[in-house]
């Protein structure tokens, strides 16, 4: 059954200073559906002209009306903005899943409702957010205040669009900053709908704008070297994170990165093997691989080894490759047709490796168009195989065997990565003592993707730099001032 029958694909302007608006020279490129090949629409292709108008824009929305505003009205507009999102769940949820080919299950079941809950979440956390003050003896009162850090940039990947992006605006928005964002090139759409409802909410005009277009010498370089910019917020790969910061570092702007992960999902033999299966499946290949959490380095202790993969193999291959809108479909199509060759030339070099593909590693029967690949599991490649140490970002999981707690703690932080690990052990005092030593910033013990959104988020090593979360999040979005009052 399938439910793509009402979804409208929708073309994208810049919104910048409350309205759209095309590229001041008409350009546009195509938007194409990663599940059919076909083009779904245009987007105003912006660059330094675009983002220097928006920029412009957000800088002067900065003394505004909204600087006036107080934290309970920010509050409620950020709830507000939340209630419309879900108002119109479906639509978003069928845009998402035509711009990436996720399951439109997955868009409306997680990266939707996730994206109204960033903001409800932090209206209600900014409320409850308070200031250090000390006292020291009779001689003075020291307290501190918050303000904006001023104009965001906020610059987005394309695996969860909506989802990555409200994490930041919520936040940002909160703390009383304006903001430049710019969206993947490949997934613009509910980005653009996003600012329909920020300006329906009652954001003030030039306080939320967007610019549509690609990285270097486009809109994402011209965000990052802008002068006005004051600090940038960025998920995407380690290598682009690096290009923001040389050309931020003139204006030496706040940075807050999220970047890739090879996270390792570490499997004791004590495990409880029904709950490993289930969440490992989920863990490898929830949204085709094209997590930055996902756990694609699995290491298997050797007694269950061969249990495991028995299991794992079999549960693998009963997932469904499908059309994104067939309600069956467990994975859907690959982001895009660059990415999908460079996911398949990691196939490739598992083969050159000598690796055994247990199963997948090719283009479902049936499915003749579309960036369509079966997940993927590879066993038997040494530790020093790309297909171990850099990230794929895609269905395919390696299989590694180990022998001891201490080999396969040495093999996990054997990389410039350190965003996620996942430990599954029935022994409480290993799952502590190896989370202790795992070299990541987030560890899931006996679970995975389990997110408190008070809890700090972020990687360690070449996977990130500063956490969110709760505190963290308006700890990046904000400047404290500390003010003393001599007594
Ligand atoms: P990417 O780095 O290629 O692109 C991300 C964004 O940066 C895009 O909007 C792109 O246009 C822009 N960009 C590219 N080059 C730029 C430059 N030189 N200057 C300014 N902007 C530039 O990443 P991607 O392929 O879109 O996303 C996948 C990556 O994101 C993976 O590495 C994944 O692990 C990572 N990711 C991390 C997290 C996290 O929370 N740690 C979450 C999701 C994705």
Same mark, same amino acid.
């Given at each position: 059954?399938?439910?793509?029958?009402?979804?409208?694909?929708? /073309?994208?302007?810049?919104?910048?200073?409350?309205?759209?608006?095309?590229? #001041? /020279?008409?350009?546009?490129?195509?938007?194409?559906?990663?599940?059919?090949?076909?083009?779904?629409?245009?987007?105003?292709?912006?660059?330094?002209?675009?983002?220097?108008?928006?920029?412009?824009?957000? &800088?002067?929305?900065?003394?505004?009306?909204?600087?006036?505003?107080?934290?309970?009205?920010?509050?409620?507009?950020?709830?507000?903005?939340?209630?419309?999102?879900?108002?119109?769940?479906?639509?978003?949820?069928?845009?998402?899943?035509?711009?990436?080919?996720?399951?439109?299950?997955?868009?409306?079941?997680?990266?939707?409702?996730?994206?109204?809950?960033?903001?409800?979440?932090?209206?209600?956390?900014?409320?409850?957010?308070?200031?250090?003050? +000390?006292? #020291?003896?009779?001689?003075?009162?020291?307290?501190?205040?918050? &303000?904006?850090?001023?104009?965001?940039?906020?610059?987005?990947?394309? /695996?969860?669009?909506?989802?990555?992006?409200?994490?930041?605006?919520?936040?940002?928005?909160?703390?009383?900053?304006?903001?430049?964002?710019?969206?993947?090139?490949?997934?613009?759409?509910?980005?653009?709908?996003?600012?329909?409802?920020?300006?329906?909410?009652?954001?003030?005009?030039?306080?939320?704008?967007?610019?549509?277009?690609?990285?270097?010498?486009?809109?994402?370089?011209?965000?990052?070297?802008?002068?006005?910019?004051?600090?940038?917020?960025?998920?995407?790969?380690?290598?682009?994170?690096?290009?923001?910061?040389?050309?931020?570092?003139? *204006?030496?702007?706040?940075?807050?990165?999220?970047?890739?992960?090879? /996270?390792?999902?570490?499997?004791?033999?004590?495990?409880?093997?029904?709950?490993?299966?289930?969440?490992?499946?989920?863990? *490898?290949?929830?949204?085709?691989?094209?997590?930055?959490?996902?756990?694609?380095?699995? +290491?298997?202790?050797?007694?269950?080894?061969?249990?495991?993969?028995?299991?794992?193999?079999?549960?693998?291959?009963?997932?469904?490759?499908?059309?994104?809108?067939?309600?069956?479909?467990?994975?859907?199509?690959?982001?895009?047709?660059?990415?999908?060759?460079?996911?398949? *030339?990691?196939?490739?070099?598992?083969?050159?490796?000598?690796?055994?593909?247990?199963?997948?590693?090719?283009?479902?029967?049936?499915?003749?168009?579309?960036?369509?690949?079966?997940?993927?599991?590879?066993?038997?490649?040494?530790?020093?195989?790309?297909?171990?140490?850099?990230?794929?970002?895609?269905?395919?999981?390696?299989?590694?065997?180990?022998?001891?707690?201490?080999?396969?703690?040495?093999?996990?932080?054997?990389?410039? +990565?350190?965003?996620?690990?996942?430990?599954?052990?029935?022994?409480?005092?290993?799952?502590?003592?190896?989370?202790?030593?795992?070299?990541?910033?987030?560890?899931?013990?006996?679970?995975?993707?389990?997110?408190?959104?008070?809890?700090?988020?972020?990687?360690?090593?070449?996977?990130?730099?500063? &956490?969110?979360?709760?505190?963290?999040?308006?700890?990046?979005?904000?400047?404290?001032?500390?003010?003393?009052?001599?007594?």
């Amino acid at each position: 059954m399938t439910t793509e029958t009402k979804v409208e694909a929708i /073309n994208c302007k810049h919104f910048i200073n409350g309205q759209f608006v095309e590229s #001041q /020279n008409q350009k546009s490129f195509e938007n194409i559906n990663p599940a059919t090949e076909e083009v779904l629409g245009h987007v105003a292709e912006g660059g330094k002209e675009e983002v220097d108008i928006a920029v412009a824009a957000a &800088r002067s929305a900065l003394q505004g009306p909204w600087k006036m505003t107080t934290l309970e009205e920010r509050s409620k507009i950020l709830r507000r903005i939340g209630d419309l999102i879900l108002e119109r769940q479906e639509e978003l949820a069928r845009l998402e899943s035509l711009d990436t080919g996720k399951p439109f299950s997955l868009a409306n079941s997680v990266d939707i409702p996730r994206a109204a809950y960033n903001f409800h979440f932090f209206a209600d956390y900014v409320i409850s957010l308070g200031t250090d003050a +000390y006292q #020291q003896n009779q001689e003075a009162l020291h307290y501190s205040i918050r &303000r904006p850090v001023g104009v965001v940039g906020i610059i987005k990947p394309w /695996n969860l669009p909506l989802l990555l992006l409200t994490w930041k605006l919520a936040p940002c928005l909160a703390m009383g900053n304006t903001a430049v964002i710019k969206p993947a090139e490949w997934t613009p759409m509910t980005a653009t709908v996003l600012m329909e409802i920020i300006k329906e909410a009652g954001v003030p005009d030039g306080v939320v704008n967007l610019v549509h277009g690609f990285g270097p010498n486009s809109a994402g370089g011209a965000i990052s070297e802008h002068p006005d910019v004051d600090a940038i917020s960025f998920i995407g790969e380690p290598s682009t994170g690096s290009s923001i910061m040389k050309a931020g570092a003139n *204006s030496l702007k706040k940075l807050s990165f999220e970047l890739g992960g090879k /996270n390792p999902n570490i499997i004791f033999a004590d495990a409880d093997m029904d709950e490993v299966i289930a969440t490992t499946i989920k863990s *490898s290949f929830i949204n085709q691989g094209q997590v930055c959490l996902c756990g694609s380095r699995i +290491y298997v202790e050797r007694p269950v080894y061969e249990q495991f993969l028995e299991k794992f193999v079999e549960k693998t291959k009963e997932l469904k490759v499908g059309k994104p809108f067939d309600a069956d479909t467990n994975v859907g199509a690959l982001v895009g047709q660059e990415h999908y060759e460079r996911v398949n *030339s990691y196939i490739d070099i598992a083969r050159e490796d000598g690796g055994t593909i247990l199963t997948g590693g090719k283009r479902p029967e049936g499915l003749e168009k579309g960036y369509y690949l079966e997940p993927t599991i590879i066993a038997d490649l040494d530790y020093t195989s790309r297909c171990i140490n850099e990230e794929i970002f895609g269905p395919v999981v390696t299989v590694v065997p180990f022998d001891t707690e201490e080999e396969v703690i040495m093999q996990a932080n054997d990389t410039h +990565y350190g965003l996620s690990a996942t430990i599954w052990t029935s022994n409480l005092k290993r799952g502590h003592r190896v989370a202790h030593q795992i070299e990541a910033g987030i560890v899931w013990v006996n679970t995975w993707f389990l997110r408190d959104l008070r809890t700090p988020f972020g990687g360690m090593k070449h996977s990130g730099i500063g &956490r969110t979360g709760g505190a963290h999040s308006l700890e990046f979005f904000s400047e404290l001032s500390n003010i003393t009052i001599k007594l």
